[in-house]
């Protein structure tokens, strides 16, 4: 089945790092996704792993799969308040008919 | 590259009343999707067009959604008659190949009161 889980919500202090969770059923994903969303504005795709991967890092991001688990996350160093933002992981994999399946999101804020 | 473009970003309509929403996909981008986004929610999808043939419409509500795609660019989202659960965030996408994800929309917030 397709059902993507992730925390609520995550409170951590400027400077700090965040690490924020999600995991995934469908063990054909091909690619997993991190996308942001702030307040009024549209989905912006932050980074993706390809499933054959552990990890990948892009600036202050790093992306953890553990396709054993189906768990992903996403660390973000030295949190700015300019993060404070909903972060959504999605699946995308040929038994979802290639199309992305978000989870509920995890509101992040960064307090100075 | 511009980006997707909606419109309206706002309405609000009395329930059983009709509504449209617009979208201008990216140039050269083959899908388009429409998701819904429920206030607190993850974005649900609703439609996927392949130029202007529909993929996949499983989770639409045909009674009162429908969605077209003229010519493989514009896309346009219909709702009639609306009801108070469809109040929600109405997100378009569109996707040249898959490692780069989905582009999204500003998105066009519709409150049905």
Redesign the interface.
């Known amino acids: 089945g397709e059902d993507?889980e992730q925390s609520l919500f995550l409170s951590v202090r400027e400077g700090d790092s965040s690490v924020i969770n999600c995991t995934y059923t469908d063990s054909s994903s091909?690619?997993l996704?991190w996308?942001k969303q702030e307040p009024?504005?549209?989905?912006?795709?932050l980074t993706?792993i390809?499933s054959n991967m552990d990890m990948k890092q892009d600036q202050r991001l790093t992306v953890l799969l553990n396709k054993k688990d189906k768990h992903l996350s996403l660390r973000i160093a030295d949190t700015q308040t300019g993060d404070s933002a909903i972060y959504?992981c999605?699946e995308?994999g040929e038994n979802q008919?290639?199309?992305?399946?978000?989870?509920?999101?995890t509101e992040l804020s960064v307090k100075p | 590259e511009a980006g997707?473009a909606q419109s309206p970003r706002y309405k609000i309509i009395e329930k059983r009343q009709s509504v449209a929403f617009w979208c201008n996909p990216i140039s050269g981008h083959a899908t388009l999707?429409w998701y819904q986004q429920i206030l607190?929610?993850?974005?649900?999808?609703l439609i996927?067009f392949q130029n202007n043939g529909v993929?996949?419409d499983s989770q639409l509500p045909k009674d009162r959604f429908s969605a077209e795609r003229l010519k493989g660019v514009d896309s346009t989202l219909k709702i009639q008659p609306a009801k108070l659960e469809d109040s929600a965030v109405y997100?378009c996408?569109s996707s040249l190949a898959?490692?780069?994800?989905?582009?999204?929309?500003?998105?066009t917030?519709l409150t049905v009161v």
């Open positions: 993507v091909t690619y996704y996308y009024g504005a549209g989905l912006q795709l993706y390809f959504f999605a995308f008919g290639g199309k992305l399946i978000f989870g509920q999101g | 997707v999707y607190g929610q993850g974005p649900k999808l996927q993929v996949d997100l996408a898959q490692t780069n994800g989905y582009t999204f929309g500003s998105g917030r």
